[in-house]
């Protein structure tokens, strides 16, 4: 009875074994061929192309920021209907800055050994934006079917406000301020001297050379 038990179950141990063996050699390859096993590949095409390269001379000196309710309104083409509007919350913000790269050779001028006269350029709103991120519609009138366009305008009009405000806010002379606080130690403590800077004199427009 045992020798019968044993010459079934012999074979069937040979058997398990040699799937064993086989599914250590063989099963890494099948299951790259498994879809519930495998990875999806992922395969990336682009080209990137450089387009411009910029030289950058600006040193931003000033932010401001701003933020308004705006109402923008478009008069209707009809004298029937009522005049478009769009009321946005604006977020926007203003940069001052001096443009470095207008410094020419005679504006940096040696006196001895102990001063450096430095005639900066003019200071510049070198940037004016909304802040999308910021900014939101609040409501639109009105518009029949021309909603996108008139929210649109009104963005171009809150931008032109930021840039109106920025300079009646006194940004350029925040601008020449902060320059004086910052360049001044900066400036010194390079070249050992003590740093004057000056703004660079403006021509009255219209006004000829003698």
Not at 28 to 34: S, W
Not at 66 to 88: G, I, Q
Request: proline share 6%.
């Amino acid at each position: 009875m045992l020798t019968r038990l044993l010459r079934r179950l012999v074979p069937l141990g040979f058997l398990l074994a040699l799937g064993w063996f086989l599914w250590t050699k063989v099963g890494p390859t099948l299951a790259r061929f498994n879809p519930l096993l495998t990875e999806p590949r992922v395969s990336v095409s682009h080209q990137t192309v450089l387009v411009q390269i910029e030289s950058l001379g600006r040193l931003e000196l000033v932010r401001y920021h701003f933020r308004d309710v705006v109402e923008y309104r478009r008069s209707s083409r009809f004298p029937l209907l009522p005049d478009a509007k769009v009321a946005l919350i604006v977020g926007g913000e203003a940069v001052g800055c001096l443009d470095l790269r207008k410094i020419n050779p005679q504006d940096v001028v040696l006196e001895g050994d102990s001063i450096l006269r430095l005639t900066l350029p003019p200071a510049e709103l070198c940037n004016f934006q909304v802040r999308h991120d910021q900014s939101r519609v609040f409501s639109t009138e009105n518009g029949f079917f021309q909603d996108a366009s008139l929210v649109d305008e009104g963005y171009r009009y809150a931008e032109a406000q930021v840039r109106r405000a920025a300079l009646q806010s006194g940004i350029l002379a925040d601008t020449e301020r902060n320059a004086q606080q910052i360049l001044v130690p900066l400036l010194q403590k390079l070249t050992g001297r003590r740093v004057v800077l000056g703004p660079r004199l403006q021509m009255p427009a219209g006004r000829l050379l003698q």
